[in-house]
T-cell receptor
Framework: AQTVTQSQPEMSVQEAETVTLSCTYD???????LFWYKQPPSRQMILVIR??????QNATENRFSVNFQKAAKSFSLKISDSQLGDAAMYFC?????????????FGKGITLSVRP | ETGVTQSPTHLIKTRGQQVTLRCSSQ?????VSWYQQALGQGPQFIFQ???????GRGNFPPRFSGLQFPNYSSELNVNALELDDSALYLC?????????????FGPGTRLTVL
């Protein structure tokens, strides 16, 4: 079974600064997807960024980028130029690429606060 | 394009009762997944429905059951409610058949069991 670990329960960043959120995972599969989801307080969970395991290049979406280390099974999220609207809970998630369904396995999440 | 909607928003039940939660998929989506998110935790996969059939199940007892209708909307039913069933229940819809199918989440139903 796959597991996702987010060991930092909370982090804080100054507005306009850069912050990195950590995630490790465990799997015996070679083909899979990794995701970072954002869940603002009392609002819907939205996809921030995804990474296909077969791609060596790290994914980037505007101010959000990942550092994907497949051998180390590490998948961190970097948020540049942090904004007040980035304050939320962030979840790292795993999905098999070849499975019969699109089940997501989530970590426990990290609460990010942004200081003005 | 209509997003994923869930009803009700909040629900309070007592132990032993039964509850039905509802989810309307995003337009054009044929797959619905349900997740349970306990307070301060990440969502846990309950099950997924594809074309009205259960297509995968997580580590949840049989008292958690579901349905998917021809219009791809879905219900989650929980019988014999327990205190530990108190959680945010999320549904997510997607379009199966592509190499990658993003899941879009609804706002959730907050269930409190007293």
């Amino acid at each position: 079974a796959q597991t996702v670990t987010q060991s930092q329960p909370e982090m804080s960043v100054q507005e306009a600064e850069t912050v990195t959120l950590s995630c490790t995972y465990d799997t015996s599969e070679s083909d899979y997807y990794l995701f970072w989801y954002k869940q603002p307080p009392s609002r819907q969970m939205i996809l921030v960024i995804r990474q296909e395991a077969y791609k060596q290049q790290n994914a980037t979406e505007n101010r959000f980028s990942v550092n994907f280390q497949k051998a180390a099974k590490s998948f961190s999220l970097k948020i540049s130029d942090s904004q007040l609207g980035d304050a939320a809970m962030y979840f790292c998630a795993y999905r098999s690429a070849g499975g019969a369904n699109s089940k997501l396995t989530f970590g426990k999440g990290i609460t990010l606060s942004v200081r003005p | 394009e209509t997003g994923v909607t869930q009803s009700p928003t909040h629900l309070i039940k007592t132990r032993g009762q039964q509850v039905t939660l509802r989810c309307s998929s995003q337009s054009g989506h044929n797959t619905v997944s349900w997740y349970q998110q306990a307070l301060g935790q990440g969502p846990q996969f309950i099950f997924q429905y594809y074309r009205e059939e259960e297509n995968g199940r997580g580590n949840f007892p049989p008292r958690f059951s579901g349905l998917q209708f021809p219009n791809y909307s879905s219900e989650l039913n929980v019988n014999a409610l327990e205190l530990d069933d108190s959680a945010l229940y999320l549904c997510a819809s997607s379009l199966a058949g592509r190499s990658y199918n993003e899941q879009f989440f609804g706002p959730g139903t907050r269930l409190t069991v007293l």
